[in-house]
């Protein structure tokens, strides 16, 4: 059996974080008993992590994490170091928010020996025109500094070998902000063993969405210096 640790960030994320952990809690038992999910509370304002201890004892195979905050980006890169430490196989990557769909999982699991990224494309996401617009600035943006074309750099619906996230996570910044576009457009350029499918993305199941367009100008302007930099490592 695969050891496959499942990794979500979590940022405020009081009013979903129990039943986002009762829906991929199924999930993490069917792959095995070695399998982990693994939440990091990433200095929460509200009770999240309160929350996540109290539902330790009911799911036997949820470690609850907490560090200060850091932002999304390199709480997902202290997730994927912690997979690793604790000799994973592969690491699954998405939110805390409820966007995501569980049942969806399970084709990347199926392929998991033949790819060594496996990633969703949103398709028809239902969360917001200023995130479409995100996706389509990043796309760009991988476009401009990478030269290659990637479906959906940042989905957060991502199963990874992590041998080879291992290799590439050694060029990449522990604070890096848009970790999850960088690893993408690096395992397209290096030619690794890449697949995406369309997934369902579907509204929060609660709290704030903090996307807005003055924040997504600064996000693309901001990733134009940081993928520079990291082009010129590659």
């Not at 982990?36 to 539902?55: C, E, P």
């Not at 036997?60 to 890169?77: E, Y």
């Not at 170091?81 to 939110?95: C, K, L, P, S, W």
């Not at 805390?96 to 990633?119: A, C, H, K, L, V």
Request: proline letters at 4%; aromatic letters at 12%.
């Amino acid at each position: 059996m695969s050891k496959i640790y499942f990794v979500m960030p979590a940022y405020n994320e009081a009013e979903n974080i129990e039943s986002v952990i009762a829906q991929w809690h199924p999930v993490v038992e069917r792959c095995g008993s070695d399998c982990r999910l693994v939440i990091a509370n990433d200095g929460s304002k509200d009770n999240t992590f309160a929350i996540m201890q109290s539902l330790q004892a009911k799911y036997p195979q949820f470690v609850a994490l907490d560090k200060p905050n850091s932002g999304h980006g390199a709480t997902v890169l202290y997730l994927y170091r912690y997979a690793i430490e604790h000799g994973a196989d592969y690491v699954f990557q998405t939110d805390s928010d409820g966007q995501t769909d569980p049942e969806e999982f399970r084709q990347m699991y199926d392929n998991r020996e033949q790819y060594d990224f496996q990633i969703g494309s949103r398709a028809g996401r239902q969360d917001g025109f200023s995130r479409v617009v995100v996706t389509k600035t990043l796309k760009l943006v991988v476009w401009l500094m990478f030269h290659v074309w990637v479906e959906d750099a940042n989905t957060p619906f991502r199963l990874m070998k992590t041998e080879r996230l291992q290799s590439i996570m050694e060029v990449i910044p522990p604070d890096f902000f848009l970790s999850n576009v960088a690893i993408a457009a690096i395992a397209v350029k290096r030619g690794e063993r890449c697949k995406w499918y369309p997934i369902t993305f579907k509204p929060r199941q609660g709290g704030v969405n903090s996307i807005n367009l003055k924040r997504i100008f600064k996000i693309g302007w901001k990733a134009l210096g940081d993928f520079r930099e990291l082009n010129k490592k590659l």
